[in-house]
């Protein structure tokens, strides 16, 4: 069964880099789907971040295009997520994910990440 | 930019009741190729990820209770609980992959115990 596991700081500085690691397991990335980083501030709804390919394409959230590198390791079997320039409006829960087809099956529980 | 608009935000349904959330989509995300809908249905509660509940607009999610059932085409799509449970208490999402790998969520309906 694929799990995924966040990690990183629950806190950062504003204007520094937000950076985050998801943790696959069950499951080879090399083996394919996409890979992707969701978000969802305190209280409010989800949002796409970016997704990755395991070739390494990368597509990204135009909002957040300027901001934001996902990056993939397959030799880890994980995936990356930096956010730069952080504000408080960066504020939120972070999930990554596996959209198969588009539809998101496999989440990871989340970990929240508090600019301040 | 496809735009999904739930509707209503909130909803308050007695137990056993039947419960209907709707999902609008600010362009088709049917497509013709395959003739499937690319409409998905989240349920959300407190402290959890979201869980996926139905896709293909109506396809249930193994697992999922067959109370739960999505319908719809073209832009306008509807998830209905047909007998309200306690544990259904939750935040209910739509989200369009047609425009996959990006994607789109409605904003969410918070459904309660009348």
């Known amino acids: 069964q694929v799990q995924l596991q966040e990690s990183g700081p629950g806190l950062v500085n504003p204007t520094e880099t937000l950076s985050l690691t998801c943790a696959v397991s069950?499951?080879?990335?090399?083996?394919?789907?996409?890979w992707g980083w969701f978000r969802q501030p305190p209280g409010k709804g989800l949002e796409w971040i970016g997704s990755i390919f395991h070739t390494g394409t990368t597509y990204y959230n135009p909002s957040l295009n300027s901001r934001v590198i996902i990056s993939v390791d397959t030799s880890k079997n994980q995936i990356s997520l930096r956010l730069n320039f952080v504000t408080a409006a960066d504020t939120a829960v972070y999930f990554c994910a596996r959209p198969d087809s588009g539809y998101v099956a496999y989440w990871g529980q989340g970990t929240l990440v508090t600019v301040s | 930019d496809i735009v999904m608009t739930q509707s209503p935000d909130s909803l308050a349904v007695s137990l056993g009741e039947r419960a209907t959330i709707n999902c609008k989509s600010s362009q088709s995300v049917l497509k013709s190729s395959n003739n499937k809908h690319y409409l998905a249905w989240y349920q959300q509660k407190p402290g959890q990820p979201p869980k996926l509940l139905i896709y293909w607009a109506s396809t249930r999610e193994s697992g999922v209770p067959d109370r739960f059932s999505g319908s719809g085409s073209g832009t306008d799509f509807t998830l209905t609980i047909s007998s309200l449970q306690a544990e259904d208490v939750a935040v209910y999402y739509c989200q369009q992959y047609y425009s996959s790998p990006s994607y789109i969520f409605g904003q969410g309906t918070k459904l309660e115990i009348k």
């Open positions: 069950g499951y080879s990335i090399l083996s394919g789907y996409y």
